[in-house]
């Protein structure tokens, strides 16, 4: 598996990955075996969609390494919940650890962090941007985007038609890979039209997968065998 997030996205239909609800290696294992294609971890988040807090890089060292050394794929970090929590010596870390990329909300997310290398470099907005301000994106070194555009307080409610529009009118928007988390209770059978909006990857995080190992490779499995069947 190529640990490019970038080469994913391009060679892939639909790519799968997860966002963990906790840095461990256990929930990380069940992700594995069950076919994920990329993996994203937090630090210094406080985390609306799995009511957990984030710590800094030191605390989860060991994991972090743990799930490196077994997962050939793509690694990922969100590095901070404001720009004020992403610091460049634990940036250093992340990089030195084997991370392969990095997604943080575009108004957090520092300038000098656009010139970082070598990581590859995503970003997210939420529902205050306007998709018409983005256009192209991809001369500034950004492999995707996470369409993190739903309001908090509809977290978990299912997908309508409504989101799938604006999936497909921020696809239109933009010149790089949408990736779409899942801030709504994504079902299995919406793969197939996500998958039409154009967007390349779905993000599995706690409203689907749970807490747990088995929910983990339930959600999971799930979802791989409806994206196998595109």
């Given at each position: 598996m190529s640990s490019s997030l970038k080469q994913l996205l391009e060679k892939n239909k639909l790519t799968l990955i997860v966002s963990?609800?906790?840095?461990?290696?256990?929930?990380?294992?069940?992700?594995?075996?069950?076919?994920?294609?990329?993996?994203?971890?937090?630090?210094?988040?406080?985390?609306?969609?799995?009511?957990?807090?984030?710590?800094?890089?030191?605390?989860?060292?060991?994991?972090?390494?743990?799930?490196?050394?077994?997962?050939?794929?793509?690694?990922?970090?969100?590095?901070?919940?404001?720009?004020?929590?992403?610091?460049?010596?634990?940036?250093?870390?992340?990089?030195?650890?084997?991370?392969?990329?990095?997604?943080?909300?575009?108004?957090?997310?520092?300038?000098?962090?656009?010139?970082?290398?070598?990581?590859?470099?995503?970003?997210?907005?939420?529902?205050?941007?306007?998709?018409?301000?983005?256009?192209?994106v991809k001369h500034l070194g950004v492999s995707a985007l996470e369409a993190s555009i739903v309001p908090g307080e509809e977290y978990g409610s299912p997908l309508t038609f409504k989101d799938i529009l604006a999936y497909h009118a921020l696809v239109q928007n933009v010149d790089v890979p949408v990736l779409v988390p899942s801030q709504r209770k994504i079902e299995t059978f919406d793969v197939p039209l996500l998958y039409r909006t154009g967007i390349k990857a779905i993000m599995l995080g706690a409203i689907v997968v749970g807490h747990t190992e088995e929910s983990i490779k339930e959600a999971i499995s799930a979802f791989r065998e409806a994206i196998d069947s595109l």
């Open positions: 963990l609800p906790e840095n461990r290696w256990d929930l990380a294992k069940a992700a594995i075996q069950s076919g994920v294609d990329a993996i994203k971890l937090h630090v210094n988040v406080e985390h609306r969609a799995s009511g957990n807090h984030f710590g800094p890089v030191q605390v989860y060292e060991e994991a972090f390494r743990s799930i490196r050394e077994e997962f050939s794929g793509p690694l990922g970090i969100v590095p901070g919940g404001s720009y004020e929590n992403i610091k460049r010596s634990e940036m250093d870390q992340i990089i030195d650890i084997g991370f392969n990329f990095y997604s943080v909300y575009a108004h957090h997310k520092p300038s000098w962090m656009v010139q970082l290398d070598p990581i590859e470099k995503t970003f997210a907005i939420s529902n205050e941007y306007q998709f018409s301000q983005l256009g192209s």
